[in-house]
């Protein structure tokens, strides 16, 4: 999966990321208040693998929008271009991996259902700049140890459903 990328988007994600982090910050970081960002966040990130799969197609949908709107604002507010960006993918999901990557998309809708507006609003700046953020090179270098965890947690579950392992 090829993604085009440009540093104007990066731009429009960072400043979403401002826009959570900035209220969170200045209302006494209780870690509660960032859960609903932070776990948008992870989806985002986490699509980013699924390149075969309707996750991965709509992060590249979200990074070419974001990108697309970023350049857009660039070219028209100070006349130069939005400047490509080189992209780099965290990594494989195995089988297992893939089912908690599910699983876990699952709770978000669940968790998007019960959410009040603000929550909402919170999850899908959080998938957004997830989506973004989540194939820059600097950043998947931060997240490397990810998709391993990923993978392990769901080969773990599958042994632990097969009676191989013990609580």
Same mark, same amino acid.
């Given at each position: 999966?090829?993604?085009? =990328? &440009?540093?104007?988007? $990066? !731009?429009?994600? @960072?400043?979403?990321?401002? *826009?959570? %982090?900035?209220?969170?910050?200045? /209302? #006494?970081?209780?870690?509660?208040?960032?859960?609903?960002?932070?776990?948008?966040?992870?989806?985002?990130? =986490? &699509?980013?693998?699924? $390149? !075969?799969?309707? @996750?991965?197609?709509?992060? *590249?949908? %979200?990074?070419?929008?974001?990108? /697309? #709107?970023?350049?857009?604002?660039?070219?028209?507010?100070?006349?130069?271009?939005?400047?490509?960006?080189?992209?780099?993918?965290?990594?494989?999901?195995?089988?297992?991996?893939?089912?908690?990557?599910?699983?876990?998309?699952?709770?978000?809708?669940?968790?998007?259902?019960?959410?009040?507006?603000?929550?909402?609003?919170?999850?899908?700046?959080?998938?957004?700049?997830?989506?973004?953020?989540?194939?820059?090179?600097?950043?998947?270098?931060?997240?490397?140890?990810?998709?391993?965890?990923?993978?392990?947690?769901?080969?773990?579950?599958?042994?632990?459903?097969?009676?191989?392992?013990?609580?």
């Amino acid at each position: 999966m090829t993604i085009a =990328l &440009s540093f104007a988007g $990066v !731009g429009v994600a @960072l400043l979403i990321l401002w *826009a959570n %982090i900035r209220p969170w910050w200045n /209302s #006494g970081r209780d870690p509660k208040a960032l859960a609903p960002y932070g776990s948008g966040f992870l989806l985002g990130v =986490l &699509s980013t693998m699924c $390149v !075969g799969g309707l @996750l991965g197609w709509g992060a *590249a949908g %979200i990074a070419g929008l974001i990108t /697309s #709107g970023g350049d857009t604002v660039v070219s028209a507010t100070v006349g130069t271009d939005g400047t490509s960006m080189a992209t780099a993918r965290l990594g494989a999901l195995t089988g297992p991996g893939g089912i908690m990557v599910a699983a876990y998309f699952g709770g978000m809708c669940l968790a998007w259902k019960g959410a009040k507006k603000d929550g909402k609003r919170r999850m899908a700046g959080g998938l957004v700049t997830g989506a973004v953020l989540g194939i820059l090179p600097g950043v998947v270098l931060l997240l490397g140890w990810l998709p391993d965890t990923v993978n392990e947690a769901g080969a773990y579950a599958k042994a632990f459903f097969e009676g191989q392992v013990r609580l």
